[in-house]
């Protein structure tokens, strides 16, 4: 169990934790809230750290007791329920439900009338199918149709195919111009790309939105979901590329702010999912921190973006991109090293006079199977909490995407830094560019053909029968806690150090 040093030193994380639970028991209605909070508090209570445990406990008791008031989370038939409502259009993305063109409209039920009541404020998504086209976005419409319960606390609604919607009242926004620019894109793409799958691919890796759904069933059997989310994975990429081209450019700290303005941009373009802004607040603070003279610790950072989306949009805590974006990253930070250190007992280290006394064939396979290590270890770290919240949403998990994520990560980082350098390089080098959006064509098609071109006898799958959420919860709290105390005992994030 973590030590209330350990929470002093890492304050953010601490309240963060408090909003999320306090959050949680709202919206759930649930006591695990409170059995989570044991790791917390106990250790304040042992060490008599009873002003931080005052503090938290009254973030808790404040936040809780709001959601427990004010937040309702109607039970919905099977059926659902047909009735007339307005719906706030938020978010629209072009996609391919069933092999039929279409949209996925997201937004607002700002009220839903039905035969015995009214519901106000839900989140809905929508599938709209057929030759009418999209509403305009961030418009108000008056719709017709059947509201169902969606996964987590999302509901989805069915348009009723006679009446349609109709709009209400529109007000521009920067939606707007999101969608347009990510249209814009996917045309940019159509006219250096010709294969239909391979457009889709790399829109999809730029945008977030993939929109083919054998590509999505693929991966996600795979175990490589989690490259088709943008989040901290493709937050790096686009850091390490422009921390590259800025360091040429410009001197260190306006380098910082700019890198800073270029990820805020980027974030805004791709929209405000909750893996994004975990990525993009966590980036945001690392980069900072150094320019204010104080030491980054990622524990804070992901503490800060915990807190922040859990306050701004409360139900985004029950989404799978919530879930597996935080916990990943957690596991990450928490277990990573402790992994590595535990592999070096079958791949050891050595020390930099023994390392250079090798052949310089010996040293480059000494540097391969150091970067295995790591690789290895990062694949386990993070399947310790993504392994659970796999069974528990698809009831399997692919054996063969532990050995996938030891090496498509980087097949994948090779195909979105060499196409970013081929959409910077276009427009100024002209058809010498055109080499290089072969190449990136030619990796494109050979990882979707690598992926979904498992030979059977290699397809390896762990199957289990729908799952507990209370038995998966405790799994992933019983780690998280294994995970505090050790970064608690060795002090290896950023500052966090033990009280001597």
């Given amino acids: 169990m973590a030590s209330g040093c350990f929470w002093e030193a890492t304050p953010a994380l601490f309240y963060g934790l408090h909003i999320y639970l306090a959050t949680s028991l709202g919206l759930w209605r649930s006591p695990l809230p409170l059995i989570a909070l044991l ?32 937040c309702d989370n109607p039970k919905l038939p099977k059926s659902g329920l047909k009735g007339e409502g307005y719906l706030q259009v938020e978010d629209l993305v072009r996609g391919n439900r069933y092999g039929k063109g279409g949209y996925l409209l997201k937004g607002h039920l700002r009220s839903f009338s039905w035969e015995e009541g009214e519901f106000k404020k839900l989140p809905v998504r929508c599938y709209l199918i057929g030759p009418a086209g999209p509403p305009p976005l961030d418009a108000l419409l008056y719709v017709r149709g059947v509201l169902k319960e969606g996964r987590g606390l999302s509901y989805k609604f069915k348009m ?8 209400v009242d529109q007000r521009p926004s920067f939606s707007t111009y999101r969608f347009r620019a990510k249209e814009g894109l996917s045309q940019l793409l159509k006219t250096h790309f010709k294969g239909e799958r391979e457009v889709s691919f790399l829109n999809g890796l730029a945008t977030g939105n993939f929109t083919d759904s054998a590509l ?22 686009l850091a390490l590329l422009l ?40 980036a945001l603070l690392s980069l900072v921190a150094p320019l204010l003279c104080r030491k980054g610790n990622p524990l804070n950072s992901i503490g800060v973006a915990l807190g922040l989306i859990t306050l701004t949009d409360p139900r985004a805590t029950a989404t799978l991109g919530f879930q597996f974006s935080f916990l990943c990253t957690a596991a990450i930070l928490l277990f990573y090293k402790p992994l590595e250190e535990l592999l ?61 994520n030891l090496f498509f990560p980087l097949l994948i980082t090779l195909v979105m830094f060499l196409l970013a350098i081929a959409l910077v390089l276009s427009p100024l080098i002209g058809p010498l560019g055109r080499p290089l959006f072969n190449v990136v064509e030619l990796l494109t098609k050979f990882s979707i053909n690598f992926a979904s071109d498992v030979p059977p006898f290699f397809d390896f799958t762990l199957r289990t029968g729908p799952l507990s959420a209370n038995l998966i919860a405790l799994i992933v709290l019983a780690w998280l806690t294994l995970g505090f105390a050790y970064a608690a005992k060795k002090g290896s994030l950023g500052s966090v150090r033990g009280c001597n």
């Fill in 344 to 404: 070096t007992y079958f791949l050891p280290r050595m020390s930099y006079k023994e390392a250079h006394l090798l052949s310089v064939l010996d040293k480059h396979g000494y540097l391969a199977l150091a970067f295995l290590r790591s690789l290895t270890a990062l694949t386990l770290a993070v399947h310790l909490l993504a392994l659970p919240l796999t069974l528990f949403y698809f009831q399997r998990f692919c054996l063969m995407g532990l050995v996938y």
């Fill in 160 to 167: 009723d195919s006679k009446e349609g919607w109709r709009v």
């Fill in 39 to 70: 790791p917390l508090w106990l250790p304040l209570v042992f060490e008599r750290a009873y002003a931080a445990l005052l503090k938290g406990s009254v973030v808790f008791a404040l936040i809780a007791g709001y959601m427990l008031i004010a």
């Fill in 216 to 237: 999505i069933s693929c991966f996600g059997r795979l175990g490589l979901a989690h490259l088709m989310a943008i989040s901290g994975f493709h937050f790096t990429i």
């Fill in 243 to 282: 921390s590259l081209i800025l360091r040429l450019l410009l001197p260190p700290i306006t380098g910082r702010l700019a890198l800073a303005l270029g990820l805020t941009f980027y974030a805004l373009f791709i929209g405000g999912s909750a893996s994004v802004m975990r990525a993009w607040t966590m």
